[in-house]
């Protein structure tokens, strides 16, 4: 696989790879950069190593159309960044927050739901600058 990361390093940027889809390491490393970047010392490049699970548009699997086995998946599954995280909090934070937040996608669901489609003349709204 690229390290699209050593691309950038070439070009002398400070650039890192996170294996792993760790989210915590993301935070932190991303979080020392965010307090360089504001004290002028210039950008940095993150190659943040993730994977989708499910098909490029959809919630089903796409494993029939030959390019992805399920067992590909399974490392990323098991590594479930959420399950660990989840895993961390006391059983009723944790109880709260599932339920905050269950709450919150219904409500977006029902109001996309219930929303008209936007009429074509809006299809390249806002994706140009003046």
């Keep these: 696989m690229p390290n699209i990361a050593e691309r950038a390093a ?3 940027l400070p650039a890192e790879r996170i294996e792993d889809n760790d989210v915590l390491r993301i935070r932190e490393r991303v979080g020392v950069a965010v307090a360089q970047c504001r004290q002028g ?10 994977y989708r699970w499910k098909e490029h548009v959809g919630p089903n ?9 399920a067992t590909e998946v399974e490392p990323w599954k098991k590594n479930d960044q959420v399950k660990r995280l989840a895993g ?4 009723e934070p944790r ?3 599932e339920a905050e937040v269950e709450t919150e996608v219904s409500e ?3 109001f996309a739901e219930a929303s008209r489609f936007p009429e ?5 709204a806002d ?3 003046d």
């Design 120 to 124: 074509e003349s809006e299809l390249f």
């Design 108 to 110: 977006a669901f029902a």
């Design 10 to 12: 070439a070009y002398g």
């Design 61 to 69: 699997d796409d494993f029939q159309l030959g390019y992805r086995s």
């Design 88 to 91: 961390m909090v006391d059983a």
């Design 41 to 50: 010392k210039g950008p940095h490049f993150f190659e943040c190593m993730t």
């Design 95 to 97: 109880k709260r927050i």
């Design 127 to 129: 994706v140009y600058k």
